[in-house]
């Protein structure tokens, strides 16, 4: 049997025989890992990653399932035990060649690939170059007032958050959705599908290439920490902003969920308003989106200003709203093949324009 990671998202190092995630540049971080193995077809097998302890969220290993391809196209998930500090991932192998990740992977050519789609239907733009000389994408759609800015994976390991991207592209510029078509004469969209391309290609967790969590760096962005973040802002700047998300994934908790600007110094009733109608309907529009369980919501003034929500929300005094969809599975609704997924992740994208719709239709 021969495992290696070396490829786009890849990430598995093997020391003394020993499987290890390899930690982010900067040494913080670790938790996404995305291999390849070789050469056991019809051998049931063990894979013990033996730093799963040192991870980010060591707590997420539990009720954990790893998912598994063999034609890098169907995921399906496995079980995993998180035992002594290890992750054991049992499962047979089933063909020569068998791809295991901590998600579903969303590729650096997949992306081009949707920008590929997207032109013709939208205008397509770079904000500016990364640390590793990589473009930073923007897709703008639409010519109405109002201006919705939707950036994903700051946290390049969140892959799911560029799948919730893909979905909603998919809908919003297909011209033969009545919501679509609407939603595109209302308001001018600023999509950003991917803010972390260094990360994702170099299979981090959450850092960029010099290091830096992009979610901790908007109120001090700098060229040679997070040009990512500067870009975002100075085109932020050039357009206003008067809707704004940003979309992760959590590797603890298993349920979807928004995070709310609660905190920031300008909060006021009108917008409290319009983020429990946005919830509401949101949760209306797709049932996996809940509002029971999610992260506590910040007391007034003590927002954590270096992260994107919260920093868009105060600047631009609109509200910034962090998506949150699990690693795991929903637990209101479980899928026992494929946990929380791609397609899932999509559907949830995509049932977006309509608690969206709403929204510009209050402001
Ligand atoms: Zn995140």
Known sequence: MHISGSFDSGNIELRDGELHIRHDVGGEHMQWFHFRVTGA?????????????????????????????????????????????????????????????????????????????????????????????????????????????????????????????????????????????????????????NMNPDGSVRGHLRCNASGANLNREWHEPSAERSPEVLHALAAMDVSGVDFFMDVHGDEELPYVFISGCEGVPGWDEQRGRDDRLFRDDYERACPDFQQVIGYGVDKPGEANMSMAGNAVAERFSCIGLTLEMPFKDNANAPDSDHGWCARRSMRLGAAVLQPLSALLDRL
């Open 41 to 193: 077809r019809g051998e049931a097998c063990t894979l013990r990653l033996v730093n799963a302890k040192a991870a980010s969220y060591p707590e997420a290993w539990e009720g954990y399932r790893a998912c598994v391809s063999s034609d890098r196209k169907a995921w399906r998930r496995v079980d995993t035990r998180y035992i002594g500090g290890a992750l054991e991932i049992a499962f047979s192998l089933e063909s020569e060649v068998v791809w295991v990740a901590y998600f579903t992977p969303y590729s650096l050519e997949r992306h081009m690939e949707l920008l590929g789609w997207c032109q013709g239907r939208a205008r397509l733009d770079r904000l500016g170059t990364t640390l590793d000389g990589r473009d930073l994408d923007r897709v703008i759609a639409g010519t109405g007032d109002k201006v919705v800015w939707i950036i994903a994976r700051q946290h390049p390991g969140e892959s799911m958050a560029q799948w919730w991207v893909e979905g909603l592209l998919r809908r919003l510029l297909d011209s033969s959705d009545a919501l679509g078509r609407r939603l595109l004469d209302s308001a001018t969209f600023h999509i950003v599908p």
